[in-house]
């Protein structure tokens, strides 16, 4: 089993008179051209989830499309556990269900590098991640904490993008 952690792209300011409702606020023009650009060298490098999994937060469900656009598959499955405050045992648990080699999860920082320490079993509490990074954690079987191989980590800037 392998599990893409992925950081949502580049998304707006904050900005309370536009976003009243942070939820709301989408990814920059941007973000959207760099993060195609990511997903399209992620998979000519062979990364194929079968399942997307993202946080319903708009600046993730954005990031998640542009990666199931690139991967030809149906839309993402919005998981309010990758929301922010995202913990390990509550996505595991929501995501469980899925019976794929590959998977990938979209969140926020500073949760996606928490959790990709959690499931390294890693002495670090976090994994630094920028916006638009993916992780890449192979398991002997399901995913289980403290039982990944953190195999890559890449950035936008790494890919060129």
């Known amino acids: ?3 893409y952690i992925v950081r949502h792209a580049w998304a707006e300011q904050r900005d309370s008179e536009h976003w009243p409702d942070d939820t709301q606020r989408p990814l920059t023009a941007k973000g959207i ?3 195609r650009r990511v997903a399209k060298r ?3 490098r062979g990364v194929k989830p079968a399942v997307v999994v993202t946080s319903p937060l708009v600046r993730c469900v954005e990031t998640a499309q542009i990666l199931c656009d690139r991967l030809d598959l149906r839309l993402p499955e ?3 556990a990758l929301g922010p ?3 390990l045992a509550n996505v595991l648990e929501t995501t469980a269900k899925h019976d794929a080699d590959e998977l990938a999860w979209v969140g926020h920082a500073p949760d996606v590098g928490r ?3 959690e499931l390294a079993g890693s002495d670090a509490t976090t994994i630094e991640m920028t916006k638009g990074a993916v992780a890449a954690l192979e398991f002997d079987g399901h995913i289980e ?3 990944g191989r953190l195999v890559w980590l890449v950035t936008a800037k790494m890919l060129g993008a």
Request: glycine content about 10%; hydrophobic content about 60%; cysteine-free.
């Open 1 to 3: 089993m392998i599990l």
């Open 33 to 35: 051209a760099r993060f």
């Open 42 to 44: 992620l998979v000519k």
């Open 78 to 80: 919005f998981v309010d």
């Open 85 to 87: 405050g995202a913990q």
């Open 115 to 117: 959790l990709a320490a």
């Open 145 to 147: 904490p403290g039982r």
